[in-house]
């Protein structure tokens, strides 16, 4: 991890919660971290028991003799990732990338890093089911190399450590780990968050209770929110009636760094969308989201000359053809057998890239997402046209 010199101003720097979000393949113990997780909360909990309510839960830890929060984003699964940084800010400040040290590098895991090296936020690889007696450790780490996420001590800087969520061995030194990758960060200015100015969350996860009507999880990224305050997310406006906190208590205010519930919405905003307490910061916020160019040239500029492809195929004959023609420049982020889904079109987009389509028919209501999504879908018949054009980009 290279440390930044640490400007004096920042020495007192505020050390808000850091939001982390959890993301790996099916069945690599992302659950069971979690559960391990909160077990080592130790902040008084009423009932003794823990009683989540919201889509995200706050743990607190003795950490260098200090009391620290931390907030976990309970959502797991890609598409909700994916949403949470549609207007280019990323919902959690560190990401887990969670791989079992049993089976190693599997297909979500790749997706997995695709996301969070687009998403820019650090994060640390958690090698999970330490205990199983037919684990690889070593062999995971070889394939994470190949897959380019350098690992401390491999040449890389990131920092990687080995868990039994099953016997609870290193989930502590996981958190504080967690604490020490974000307060480098946060001294090397790398969050540009202000627990001081204007509000600004995003929404993680939304619904409409048939009682009380729409809920929405939103995560604080900047600045502070009151009960009774206005709230503006997209074209939807509410004013904040209840504010609850991850164990459902009513909360009168929530800062940097915390998850709520709020109730009061006109409408349930949608996951990814952006919620402020004026409608001239959130007027902002969006005209400079729109104002993006969707020319596929800008992406080659944006990623080092390489145009990230969603390949979707008929066949994994015709995926292999595809991936050994195609010009360098391209980068398969996903390939699979099948028709383009709703996930494919938003990983796309978070990730700013394109979805090529061989041999597949597009349902309408692909095209018509994509056309609202602003991600460009193309498909063929005939792979050397593919290759042509693609190259021709
Ligand atoms: P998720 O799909 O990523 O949320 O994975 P889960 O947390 O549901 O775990 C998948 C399976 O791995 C379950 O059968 C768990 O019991 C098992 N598992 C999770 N963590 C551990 C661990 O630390 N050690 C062992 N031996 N098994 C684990």
């Keep these: 991890m290279d440390k930044k010199t640490v400007d004096n101003k920042n020495v007192n720097k505020q050390y808000y919660p850091p939001v982390v979000a959890v993301l790996g393949h099916v069945d690599h113990g992302k659950t ?8 080592t909360n130790i902040a008084e909990r009423e009932h003794g028991g823990i009683t989540q309510k919201i889509g995200a839960s706050e743990i607190e ?5 200090k009391k620290r929060k931390i907030t976990f984003i309970d959502t797991p699964g890609h598409e909700a990732f994916s949403h949470m940084r549609t207007r280019g800010v990323a919902a959690a400040d560190i990401g887990l990338l969670v791989v079992s ?14 996301l969070l090296k687009n998403s820019k936020i650090p994060f640390i690889v958690v090698l999970t089911k330490s205990d199983d007696p037919n684990k690889l450790p070593d062999k995971a780490k070889q394939q994470l190399i190949k897959e380019k996420v350098l690992l401390e001590g491999y040449g890389g800087d990131v920092p990687f450590i080995e868990v039994s ?17 974000f307060d480098l960060k946060n001294e090397a200015n790398f969050y540009p968050f202000d627990a001081n100015g204007a509000f600004m969350g995003i929404v993680i996860e939304s619904k409409m209770d048939q009682r009380s ?11 502070k929110l009151k009960v009774r305050e206005n709230i503006y997310s997209d074209r939807i406006k509410g004013k904040v009636r209840n504010m609850l906190s991850d164990i459902g208590k009513n909360l009168q205010e929530a800062s940097v760094g915390e998850a709520v ?37 800008d992406m080659f500029a944006e990623d080092q000359n390489m145009l990230s492809v969603v390949l979707c195929a008929d066949t994994q004959g015709s995926i292999e053809a595809i991936t050994n023609s195609m010009p360098e420049k391209v980068k398969f982020v996903i390939q699979k057998t099948g028709d383009i889904e709703v996930s494919d079109i938003l990983f796309a987009k978070s990730i700013g890239a394109i979805v090529l389509g061989f041999n597949i028919k597009v349902k309408p209501e692909i095209v018509t997402l994509a056309k609202t999504e602003k ?6 018949n005939i792979i050397y046209e593919m290759i042509d054009e693609i190259s021709d980009f």
């Design 61 to 65: 830890i003795m950490h260098d003799g």
């Design 165 to 181: 969520a099953k016997e609870g061995v290193n989930i502590k030194e996981l958190l504080d780990l967690i604490l020490l990758v």
């Design 32 to 39: 069971s971290l979690l559960d391990a997780i909160r077990k």
């Design 101 to 114: 040290s049993v089976d190693g590098v599997m297909p979500q895991t790749k997706e997995s890093i695709a």
């Design 213 to 223: 009507g729409p809920r929405a999880t939103v995560v604080i990224k900047n600045g």
């Design 261 to 297: 519930e709020l109730l009061g919405f006109e409408k349930v905003p949608q996951v990814g969308s952006i919620v402020t307490n004026t409608p001239k910061e959130l007027e902002a916020l969006i005209y400079k989201d729109e104002t993006k160019s969707l020319d596929p040239m």
């Design 375 to 380: 991600v460009l879908i193309k498909t063929y």
